[in-house]
């Protein structure tokens, strides 16, 4: 489909660098947006609505600095548990932020507010029902989290989820799940998709705050060491087993729990992926930490050569 004018020819790639919970930072929006993809952050990275505010002028600043730089997003937590909602989409509002990204509830007013001013509202969903609460919000995008994802992962196959939202939400789409090198963008692209939505390989870039410790343990990880489980979130998430085993998570209880609980409050969830670290089952490609520019101009070769070898493919 074609791009919303907001994005159309902003940018070099289609991609969005995934808003990542105490990883993503203004270093790294810049670093994307420079270089011609959507640079994103969770807002409640910082602290305090205040503190959110700085991250959005300082990012603000940075962009007006630049040569046509790609959009920044900020994502937003739509769910009963975070009591800084409302703060901090008045702060979206004030400063006009191109692209909300919402999570964990789709909520007309939320959607309403930033189509007000001019944003584009993209929400990540794991199944057609949420795809289809979302449409009926009005959101401008959705976001198909299929199974592989790092953070909260869906379990449905790329294939299944984005044909079922295909079939009544004609606006942009998106596809996160074990995305890392430029031919698998170009086969979202394939399914249907207008837009990458990659994660885990940025969390493995100078720019991310993540601990040199967790970059390493990315570096070191393959497919087989995520594990998808609700014990860390209350709601099911994907984790690199060796942080788990570090955590004193007992792993074979973690094998046999399929239960699904409700979200932790906001201060617990965050003092437990500071030692719980998520990533996606497409760890086992990433194999540097690279800077974010070095990364997506390379994302860029890799695409650029998939195209042309899918013109030399025949009938």
Known sequence: MPLPALLEQRL??????????LISNPQLVLACCGHGVVGSFPALNQRDTGGFKRWIE??????????????????LI?????????ADLAVCVEHRVPIVITSLGA????????????????????????????????????IAVAAGAGGHAGTWSPFALVAEL?????????????????HEMLAAQMLGVDLAYMGTRFIATEESQAQPA?????????????????????VPASFLRQSLEQAGFDMTALKTR???GRLKPLDEEAKAWKTVWSAGQGVGGIQDLPDTGTLIERLRDEY?????????LHA
């Open 107 to 142: 909520v007309k007013e939320v959607v309403e507010a930033v189509q007000a001013y001019g944003g584009l509202v993209f929400h990540d969903v794991t199944t057609r029902r949420h795809g289809e609460k979302a449409a009926e919000a009005g959101v401008d995008g959705l």
């Open 214 to 234: 967790y970059k390493q343990m990315l570096l070191g990880a393959k497919a087989m060491d995520i594990v998808h489980t609700p014990a860390v979130s209350g």
């Open 12 to 21: 070099r790639l289609p991609l969005v660098a995934a808003p990542m919970f």
């Open 304 to 312: 650029h050569q998939a195209l042309a070898r899918a013109h030399n």
């Open 166 to 182: 295909r079939q009544f939400f004609d606006k942009t789409l998106l596809l996160a799940g074990c995305l890392n090198h430029g």
């Open 258 to 260: 399929h239960d699904q």
């Open 78 to 86: 739509v769910h009963p548990s975070n009591p800084r909602l409302q």
């Open 58 to 75: 300082e990012i603000e600043a940075g962009l007006a600095a630049l040569e046509k730089p790609a959009p920044y997003a900020v994502n």
